[in-house]
């Protein structure tokens, strides 16, 4: 999984507490990615970072925050988390940032709202 | 907004048969990839084809894109157990952010010993 690591790798969590995944990464690259997968939606891009502090929204950001304080740490957060959160949490990480550039994934997180 | 979307939902084939899947989307693109997920991992890419490619090949697979019909195919030849997994397209298109790919929600490929 290119260096990529992920934790938890599984959660239960009952809502309205709030959570928090990481997303490690030994290959120093600038750019990381958090998405979230559901059937019969693929994968969405919830929030994005192109260094260290700088993150930007995704398509599905509604309910996440994310910090980036370290190049090799990617974090995020559910700071109240619901129902139609439970899902399984990919981080990506690429070189360039590019459209072209491919997308190296973490082995994900699956997360259980009750 | 869903860019890319995968047919057939489902396929499954026996060993040594080809495997075909179809993306299309909707609006105009920079480039198309492909990726696999197998069961409980996360994406492995495979192949990227520019809007300026007809075709490309790697190994066993061959993509094809269709700018006119907006739509790409992912063509796995001698299939193989190994390759069972989930195959999704990644679309950027020409209007969103540099970094940005919209994936379709996959085809489940099951290949029969």
New interface residues.
């Given amino acids: ?1 290119a260096g ?1 690591t992920q934790s938890p790798r599984h959660k239960v969590t009952e809502t309205g507490t709030p959570v928090t995944l990481r997303c490690h990464q030994t290959e120093n690259h600038r ?1 990381m990615y958090w ?1 979230r997968q559901d059937p ?6 919830i929030h ?1 970072s ?1 260094g260290v502090k700088d993150t930007d929204k995704g ?1 599905v950001s509604d309910g996440y925050s994310v910090s980036r304080s370290k190049t090799e740490d990617f974090l995020l957060t559910l700071e109240s988390a619901t129902s139609s959160q439970t899902s399984v949490y ?1 981080c ?1 990480i ?1 070189v360039t ?4 550039d ?7 997180t699956r997360l259980t709202v009750l | ?2 860019q ?1 979307e995968e047919d057939p939902q489902a396929l499954s084939i026996q060993e040594g048969e080809n495997a075909t899947m179809n993306c299309s989307y909707k609006t105009s693109i ?2 198309l ?1 492909w990726y696999r997920q197998n069961s ?6 495979l192949i ?1 084809i ?1 809007s300026n490619e007809r075709e490309k090949h790697s190994g066993r697979l061959r993509v094809t894109l269709d700018t006119s019909k907006k739509s790409s195919s992912l063509l796995i030849t001698a299939s193989r157990a190994a390759d069972t997994a989930s195959y ?1 397209c ?1 679309t ?1 298109g020409v209007m ?1 952010s ?4 919209i ?4 085809t489940r490929l099951l290949v029969r010993p």
């Fill in positions: 999984d990529i750019y998405y019969g939606h693929g994968l969405r891009l994005y192109y398509e990919f990506a690429s940032g590019h459209s072209t491919t997308q190296y994934f973490g082995p994900g | 907004s869903q890319g920079n480039n990839q409980g991992r996360g994406l492995v890419h990227l520019r999704f990644a950027a969103d540099s970094y940005k790919l994936f379709g929600s996959g």
